[in-house]
């Protein structure tokens, strides 16, 4: 075989997609490596031998492969296919892959919730192609808590399931919308401007599972007033507890429903500044509006709390979440940059944006007395 004919043959192999390859999981290629032998003959390129895979990755894709084959077949006819029988069959294919690979993850296949404690610790034993049937048939059936734990462990981005956030929208599942956009690395324009305008355009009183997002974001505010008047703890956790305290208060109260959304992607890092000034900029006048009015919201509550920007790392739950002031103005930064002159222009956007210059300058003044302490401090110690 010349060369050329080996290099097509190499291209060809190498644009597979995952379904199709022989090893639709992710191999540790360390001990394959070490084996590989040079063979010398007298052809141009020097081949090599010794190319074999451990026995346990071996048994782990062939799992994958028959499972990924006859789930993909029983999707294809979804109506003579139930919610019990995908459960069942899950759970099987991670019952043989724990009996496999050996590994124990503390909770046996007969009992509850066996599927999402296996998926929690090593669902990335599934692989790729695996995962997206799995997704799919999960909005199938909406079994919406091995979806959650999928999201939550990081197991699902771009490549695993393209449309998971326009899917969820349409599901009205903005419960899992906040998980996607705080867990998912590779969001696009497209994902980021429909979970702004989801939230933005949503009633007043939200969805069902807006009021989920409600509820949990009362639980943590709650939890954390509590471990804040525990007088047992230190001054230095007593101190990282009330400011935990503080802002998961102020994460709460007065939000509507659906501005209680808007925090995950406010806060969120996986969303680049250059997708959301892209998406700012796509919003019509009245996303705008109540764009605007949440940021005013965050800049007041700010301007109420000074010590809260100064609030340090916290172990508490829920306090990733919470937009910092860094997050609100740069938002409102992106706002200016996006909608100038219909901020200028049209009346009901100037009353806002007067009404949120003063407490702007009233931030600006406390943050140049904090500038003029911190050098003087710095000063001192220097």
């Not at 032998?37 to 090599?48: E, Q």
């Not at 043989?96 to 998926?119: H, L, Q, R, W």
């Not at 230095?236 to 007065?254: G, I, P, Q, W």
Request: charged fraction near 25%; include cysteine; charge should be negative.
């Amino acid at each position: 075989m010349s060369m050329l004919e080996l290099i097509t043959k190499a291209s060809a192999t190498s644009n597979e997609s995952p379904s199709d390859s022989q090893y639709p999981i992710v191999l540790n290629p360390d001990p394959i490596l070490l084996n590989l032998n040079p063979k010398t003959n007298d052809s141009f390129i020097n081949r090599v031998e010794g190319w074999k895979i451990s026995e346990l990755d071996a048994q782990v894709i062939e799992l994958a492969q028959k499972f990924y084959k006859n789930l993909k077949i029983k999707l294809k006819n979804p109506n003579s296919f139930t919610k019990v029988e995908f459960v069942n069959m899950l759970n099987l294919y991670l019952e043989k892959s724990k009996e496999s690979s050996g590994i124990s993850i503390g909770i046996e296949p007969k009992d509850e919730g066996f599927s999402n404690a296996f998926i929690r610790k090593f669902g990335f034993l599934m692989g790729e192609a695996v995962l997206g049937l799995v997704i799919e048939a999960c909005f199938v059936f909406e079994i919406w808590e091995i979806l959650e734990t999928l999201i939550e462990g990081g197991l699902v981005n771009g490549s695993v399931y393209k449309d998971l956030v326009g899917k969820l929208i349409e599901k009205r599942r903005a419960d899992l919308v906040c998980l996607s956009v705080k867990y998912v690395s590779d969001l696009q324009v497209s994902d980021v401007l429909s979970v702004l305008r989801f939230f933005l355009c949503a009633p007043k009183d939200g969805y069902g599972s807006m009021v989920d997002v409600r509820n949990e974001w009362e639980r943590q505010a709650v939890s954390a007033i509590e471990i804040a008047a525990d007088k047992s703890l230190g001054v230095k956790k007593l101190n990282k507890a009330k400011d935990a305290a503080v802002l998961l208060v102020m994460a709460h109260d007065e939000f509507t429903t659906s501005e209680l959304c808007l925090h995950y992607l406010i806060s969120s890092s996986n969303v680049d500044d250059v997708i959301l000034s892209a998406c700012i900029g796509k919003l019509n006048g009245l996303e705008i509006m109540s764009f605007v009015r949440y940021l005013k919201k965050w800049l007041v509550k700010y301007q109420k709390f000074p010590e809260a920007c100064l609030s340090g790392k916290s172990s508490q739950k829920g306090v990733e979440s919470v937009p910092s002031l860094e997050n609100v103005t740069k938002c409102f930064g992106l706002v200016i940059d996006e909608h100038f002159s219909s901020l200028v222009m049209h009346l009901e956007f100037v009353e806002e944006v007067k009404s949120i210059e003063l407490v702007v300058n009233s931030l600006a003044s406390e943050a140049r007395i904090c500038c003029t302490l911190a050098n003087l401090c710095a000063s001192l110690k220097n």
